[in-house]
């Protein structure tokens, strides 16, 4: 057989993904007939494909490439860390530098007595970590009937059956026999889709206060803990009221329930402070983390606990952990990646100058006829497709239809968006300059002129 690589014609590449490679979140039949796109290599903000297109990749992968294409210095960091040491575990009373160095370094950027990581491979071994540990800790605090986590509809915290469980995904419940016993789901605060005439504080506050009809109904004395994202990702970027969190905060807090922050997309950077929690107000008990820990340079996720969960489980051992929990590459190239985030400011930039200027140009959109809502929080940028805004009214055609189309347009303008539904995505990475902000918004423009046509 010849050697597979990028030389090979895209045909045979894609000929050959076709007969082998299964996708995660996939419908196999149309992608065979269609081909898939086959990227090759990536710098900055760009990436390139088989047919040597250049590619504007605004969603930083999936989510995830903070720091940008191509930083060798990520490369250097785990080529030094295979050398010396290229896999040892944390079980049993073992340790090394690279993972205690980076869970010192997670502990000072992590706001208040969130001091204690557990490391993982990804969100979803993290966040199935935190429905465990969750339940663990109320039994150690003598109250082990505290078994419910209330999570949020739409929501997505992974694929793993734990994980997915406390998604809200509904078609992913479908598949499988979802959610798992325990977890109950109240709804997401999105006030342009689901406000009615209600005003967005007040949407706010009322979609806060299910999670409060939700504790009552199911009992004060068993629920454990509330998930949320700070501003919830693969759920269509939907950026909550003001109102929202605040009222969130106090209800957590009077019921005395955990409150798990997943900060797997909102983490490192993405909002322009550190974590999702410190833009909003939010304490959290526990911090879900993955994606931009590394940059997506490898695959490392975990939880950050606070020093009470961390004292209360310290009794008796956890049985629990993961082959690579905290592996020495993952954990070296992590920490690399932190250092550039930091030294280079580019957390510091994100907040001071491309998060206004991101938010100023993707505005503008909202002057499309098909754009109802256009908002961004940091730099994650959101866009509802509507065909009447003035009634914020969705399109007769299944939900994600024309998003889907929209999604196709920007593919042939050399644009990567994501579609939620009827929704345009957005996540570029930190490093995207001004002048790649004004060819993203002027891609996107393009793209939903074409849309607009397809759907007339
Ligand atoms: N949590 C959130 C908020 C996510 O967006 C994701 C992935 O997109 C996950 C958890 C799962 O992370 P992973 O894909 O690394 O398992």
Redo the contacts with the bound molecule.
Sequence with gaps: MNEISNHMPTSELQRLDAAHHLHPFTAHGPLSEKGVRVITGAEGTWLRDSEGRRILDGMAG??CVNIGYGRAELAEAAYRQMKELPYYNTFFQTTHVPAIALATRIAELAPGDLNHVFFAS????A?DTNLRLVRHYWARKGQPERQVIIARKNA????SMG?ASLGGMAAMHAQGGLPIPGIHHIDQPDWWGEGGEMTPEEFGRARARQLEEAIREIGPDKVGAFIA?PVQ??GGVIIPPESYWPEIMRIVQEYGILLIA?E??CGFGRTGEWFGAQSYGITPDIM?I??GLSSGYQPI?GSIVSDEIAATIAGDEFFHGYTYSGHPVACAVALENLRLLDEEGIVTRVRESTAPYLAEKWATLADHPLVGEAATRGLLGTMALTPDKARRAKFAADPGTVGLICREHCFAVDLVMRHVGDRMVISPPLVITEAEIDELVTRARRALDATLESVE
């Design positions: 999936l989510w990804s969100g979803s071994e966040n997505y915290h992974g694929s994980s994202e990702g693969a997943d797997v997309i879900t993955a994606k996720g």
